[in-house]
Every structure is written in C-alpha cells, then in structure tokens.
C-alpha cells in the first residue's frame, strides 16, 4: 500500500514520512484505502469524529467557520498527513472542515483503532506528537507574523513554507504546489484579499515570484526566503 511509484511523495515532516517502514505498513494495515473526488468533504465541521483519515496520495484544505459566519483556511495537509485524529482522541465533535482538492487516495481507520493502535505502538504515538508540535509551531509563527512584519513579508514567509513543503519543480521555478486563491492566501496570513494582491503584485515586480490561476509559481526561492527574513531548511 505504501508503494510510491507514480505518487505524490510523502510531506517532509508528515506523520507517514517521519515512520520507518515496518511502522507505516502496520499502521496503514489498520484501515481501507477509499478514492475519492476532488472537492470531497472528508470531514465536516460539527460531526461527530468516527474515524481518521490518512493521506495517501492526497492534497487537502482545512477550513473552519469564523464566528462571523465566513469560512478561513486554517492550513494545507498533503500525502502523508493525518487529518481527523484530534475528534478521535476525544470522541468530540468536528473542530473543522477537510476537503479534497483533486481526486485523493486516503487510508480510512476507525477512530478506536487508531487510538488503541497508538498505546500499542509507541514510535506511531511519538511520531504523531511531534507532527502535533510542529502543527503548534506553525500557528504560532502565522500569530507571530501578524504582529512582527508588514503584509508583504507575511505573504513571502507563508509562500516560502509552501514551496518547502509541498513545492513541485516549474520551468519558471517552484510551484508552490497547492490550488490556492488570492483570498484563501489571505486568510492563512491575516490580511485582505485587496491587500493580498498589493504584496503580490510587489513580490512579482521583485521578480520573486510569478501568479497562477489558483497557484504562485516562486522563481527566485533564494531570494524570496531572504526577503521573509528566512532561512531555507527542511521542512519539519
């Protein structure tokens, strides 16, 4: 099952990816790989968390309501993520929505397999909390952007973590890799969608990157991770 030949590769610093092999395979003999389409809800917000869901050659959005009723994008997960295993853990509802953006092959476990699998298999549960800090690392560094740097730089820093992530090679550079509209851009860094076309437009005339329909395409990662006032290493 965890052939990879013709496969989106793991996420760096998935859950999948940081297993050695015996460990993934007996993880993923506890569930069922299910196709499905793009723009499927694997899971909804408010439902009860019956089940966990390992991504196997998927890309998925996050999203979740805000009180004002729109809905925000909260993070990507890509193959090799987990998605669903916080309901599980505490038989409560849904905190969130998981959608598939093209067709996704996903591994599908009963939430009380997981749970029991992970007290018998004590390198899935390490491994699953350093996935779980890193995810805490990740907001708090979008809360921090928010207060630390100007709308452009919060734009460059969340491109940059993408490109890492889940970037595919372009011939202009590195497509970021996820189907992500201006707005949605936004919404992970805290700032307007007229906002986000400003620091975009700013970033092409830097020619650091180059705006897709639904994507961004980095043609000078160096560049652009000097203007985040980063610095490139492994994600995870």
Known sequence: MT??????????????????????EDLLRLGSPVTCPGRHVLVR???PGHAVYL??????KVTALAENGSRTLLSIRASGDVVGETAAFGDCPRTATVTTCGRSLVCVVKGPVFTAHLARAPEVA???????????????????????????VR?????????????????????????????ELGELVGIRERTVQK??????????????????????????????????RPAG
């Open 199 to 232: 620091a975009m437009h700013d970033l092409t005339a830097r020619e650091l990157v180059l705006q897709r329909h639904r994507g961004v395409v980095v043609r000078d990662m160096e560049g652009l991770t000097a203007f985040a006032g980063l610095s490139l």
């Open 45 to 47: 917000e408010g439902d």
């Open 3 to 24: 052939r990879r030949s013709g496969r989106r590769p793991w996420s760096p610093g998935s859950l999948l990816d940081r297993l050695p092999e015996a460990a993934r």
């Open 155 to 183: 734009l460059a820093r969340v491109l940059v973590d993408l490109a890492v992530r889940h970037g595919r090679p372009h011939r202009e550079g590195v497509d970021v890799g996820v189907p992500v509209t201006q707005a």
């Open 126 to 152: 390490a491994a699953l909390s350093r996935v779980t800090m890193d995810r805490l690392r990740f907001a708090n560094r979008r809360r921090l952007d928010f207060a630390g740097y100007e709308a452009d």
């Open 55 to 60: 991504l196997l050659d998927a890309l998925v």
